[in-house]
DNA sequence: AGTCGCCTGGTA
DNA sequence: TACCAGGCGACT
């Protein structure tokens, strides 16, 4: 569930807490969420600080001293906690980082989908290669282009991180329901005042969601362990049967490639 | 381009 | 007790 809203709020908590923190420590209970390896990752992290944070797509970046990176991917249930050595264990705390004598960063995910992976310069710049522009970054030109490349549903697309970032499955229905446009639509058949109005649906829920600090389900939760507010403003997100708030039409749920689809059948066109 | 598997917890 | 949640890589 978190996507570029979410991970962008613990992202900028985070930076308040952690620059500068050296890394004691790294122990997990769960070793194969832990990339290349613990052994291999303890060697190269203790003792490293962190000089830097940043985001691309749904994925957090940890900057060290060592030149190495550090990524977290907190797929559906992932969290990141900045704790006090001496608070009580996390739900789920699967990997956990201390940070000086007194504070730890903990990784906790229920399911075990998510990963703490670090990577050499060169390896992070293979990885972040191969995504697509931040939303906020991308012109309409560069947008359309993306869209006249494929016959694809224009959800599945806008989830394709190769194509645009931090774009899931929340934030692509209800920027699909602001736009009226149906999810199913060939992305190639949608014209260009529609892609103009797309974007701009994509951008203004992703800021929403990043105002209201990110959807929480039962999982999600800030760096801090507080929730966020943004499934209260939910446009058809887990909204079947409730009124559309463009037109008043009852929202539907379909699934579309094995997933959750809320779209408003009467002015999503 | 569609489906499966990775996982676990909550719910019908 | 079966089913559902869905990010994303692997596979077909």
Redesign the pocket.
Known sequence: ???LPEVETIKRDLLKLVIGKKILDIATD?P?QIKPSLTKVKKRIVNTKITDLSRK???LIISLSSGDFLLV?????GRLLFRKKSDPKD??QHVTISLGRDHQLRFSD????GWVKLVSEKEFENITK?FGPEPEEMSLAEFQKVLDS????IK??L?D??KIS?????Y?LDALNLAKIDPRR??NKINQNEARKLLDSVKKVLKAGIRYRGASD?YYLDALGQKGFYQDHFLV??REGKACFNCRGKIK?I????????YCPSCQK
């Open positions: 569930m978190p996507e769960s194969k797509a749904k994925m991917h907190l797929k559906m249930t739900d789920w229920s399911r075990k989908f191969d494929s016959s694809r549903t599945a697309l989830l991180q190769q931090g774009v899931g499955n929340i692509v060939p992305a039962q997100y887990n749920k699934k579309i490639s094995g997933r959750g689809t809320y």
